[in-house]
């Protein structure tokens, strides 16, 4: 009895550190919660949930970091009377160190007492990238399927209408050859709209390789400060250390040319703001329908600008064609930017509020990691 009690005394710390290690291992937050509502453990992703460190949360009230009127409270009421584990999609979580992020919380008690609750907060974004992309390749899609169509059904009427009207013009009065110059103009633009749309219909070059993403934010960002971003202050938080990117250069910067345009649009004359930052994230791993195997994408880079902000309304149909916030745009821009990051079997989303819109794309690194300089 004396060996065994000395022996559980021993491996009681081992055992403690191995479980808290393979909580902190663990991506998704988890957090128990001790019989008066107060924090008793985090693991290090609920540490970086809540933007404080353990020993600030342990022992303080789980209102301080979370509104009393969160269905969370609801939840862990729930599975204190019952002892039944349960979950609930599509939480909001709201407070002022946590910007309205949607979760799916699972809540349980641990062991055969209720005393104690432990929660997991399951964040939603991995899932809406998958759907996000999957919408914007359907979209590339249909607006290839239509350009295709268009051009077909539309240009060839189109010049004829065109021409009549240029040769009824030198019959007509001074009146009669505003309505044909009118004419010529609404034929022309819309050629060029259907022009501009002939760029979904082509494939991802093959001519993919090591790109320097440094490299192609730098050109991107010489170009709008030398033309439509004069107004703006450029800020750059650069991880150096970022392998190479799976990529073709000129896609790439067209890509991050068209956010910072709609980033230097959005901003205001005065204090405009826009923000480019990269960073190399470990473990971040997609499982996209169509694809055997899991898309490894670590490397992060942000487009951010202190703008108005995206109306809620627009929510995920932004990267659709002809969906534009700007008067008198196409609405083709960001159709643009899913195409081409889709291509490069990469993900884009983006997050927005009053004085804050961060477009987030992701991409694979080269399988050689080198740089191509």
């Not at 992020?101 to 990238?129: C, K, L, Y």
């Not at 002809?322 to 008067?327: C, G, L, N, S």
């Not at 083709?332 to 990469?346: C, E, F, P, S, T």
Request: include cysteine; proline fraction near 6%.
């Amino acid at each position: 009895m004396a060996r065994a009690a000395i022996s559980e005394a021993v491996t009681a710390p081992i055992q403690e550190q191995a479980t808290r290690a393979i909580l902190d291992a663990l991506p998704l937050p988890v957090v128990v919660v001790a019989p008066a509502a107060e924090i008793a453990f985090v693991n290090m992703a609920a540490e970086q949930f809540f933007g404080v460190g353990a020993n600030h949360l342990d022992g303080r009230g789980l209102s301080e970091f979370i509104p009393q009127d969160s269905p969370i409270f609801d939840l862990i009421d729930h599975v204190r009377a019952t002892g039944a584990t349960v979950a609930e999609y599509e939480i909001t979580l709201e407070s002022p160190r946590i910007k309205g992020r949607p979760v799916t919380i699972q809540v349980a008690p641990m062991g055969d007492s209720a005393n104690n609750i432990v929660f997991v907060i399951q964040e939603q974004s991995i899932a809406r990238r998958i759907g996000r992309q999957l919408g914007h390749r359907g979209a590339a899609r249909s607006i290839t399927a239509m350009a295709a169509m268009l051009a077909h059904e539309v240009k060839n009427p189109l010049s004829g209408i065109r021409g009549a009207a240029q040769l009824l013009e030198g019959e007509l009065d001074e009146g009669g050859r505003r309505l044909t110059t009118l004419i010529c103009n609404e034929t022309d633009r819309i050629c060029a709209l259907l022009d501009r749309m002939d760029v979904f219909d082509l494939p991802i070059p093959a001519d993919r390789d090591s790109t320097n993403i440094y490299r192609v934010l730098e050109y991107a960002r010489q170009v709008a400060e030398s033309g439509f971003a004069r107004h703006v202050r450029f800020t750059e938080s650069y991880d150096p250390s970022l392998p190479a990117v799976l990529g073709n250069r000129d896609l790439l910067i067209q890509v991050f040319l068209n956010l910072i345009k709609n980033a230097a649009e959005a901003v205001p004359k005065v204090g405009g703001e826009i923000g480019l930052a990269t960073a190399y994230r470990h473990g971040v791993r997609l499982a996209v329908p169509g694809r055997g195997s899991r898309v490894h994408l670590p490397l992060l880079v942000t487009v951010s600008d202190n703008g108005s902000g995206i109306p809620p309304d627009f929510g995920d149909h932004l990267f659709d064609p002809f969906i534009t916030t700007k008067p008198g745009g196409t609405g083709l821009g960001l159709a643009l930017v899913g195409k081409i990051i889709n291509d490069h079997g990469g993900v884009v989303e983006y997050t927005s509020e009053p004085g804050k819109t961060v477009f987030k794309i992701m991409l694979p690194v080269h399988p050689d990691g080198t740089v191509d300089e």
